[in-house]
């Protein structure tokens, strides 16, 4: 907040500068504003502080949490399960996450030995009984 409460320092030294009557209204609303500014810049201030404070407090509430789920649920808890899968073409053993099996998208995981697909998410396609393609041959026969 630095930046603003310079802009206000500045502003300040201009208005003093000028030799602003203060006896006027234009003056009195002028030196009201620049003082209006100054406690903003101030409030911001300690805003500021209070915040970054309060980000240090989360953080440290998160290091914790995050050490306590450790010790709960063990050291693996945030280990990727692996599947080994042995290649057709190769006989190269592919590993890859489990998540992949349970994955809404359709994923192949190929060899990286020899580039074949040696496992696909969807075990229909695998194995060449796709619903999809019943479930559009009942469509088309309700028609
Ligand atoms: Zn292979």
């Known amino acids: 907040m630095k930046n603003i409460k ?3 320092a500045y502003l300040q030294g201009l208005v003093q500068g000028l030799n602003i009557d203060e006896t006027t209204k234009e003056g009195r609303v002028l030196t009201a504003i620049v003082d209006v500014l100054d406690e903003m ?6 805003i500021e502080t209070a915040q970054s404070d309060l980000e240090e407090y989360v953080e440290s509430i998160d290091e914790d949490l995050y050490d306590l789920e ?4 063990g050291d693996d808890f945030d280990e990727e399960e692996m599947v080994e899968v042995e290649c057709p073409g190769c006989k190269e053993i592919v590993c890859f996450e489990s998540d992949i099996i349970d994955d ?3 994923i192949e995981v190929t060899c990286p030995n020899c580039d ?3 496992y696909v998410n969807d075990q229909d396609i695998l194995n060449g ?3 999809e393609a019943q479930i559009m041959g009942k469509k088309e026969d309700d028609i």
């Open 6 to 8: 310079e802009k206000v």
């Open 41 to 46: 810049a101030d409030q911001l201030d300690e």
């Open 70 to 73: 450790g010790d709960i649920l």
């Open 104 to 106: 809404e998208d359709l």
């Open 116 to 118: 074949e697909v040696v």
């Open 129 to 131: 009984t796709n619903d």
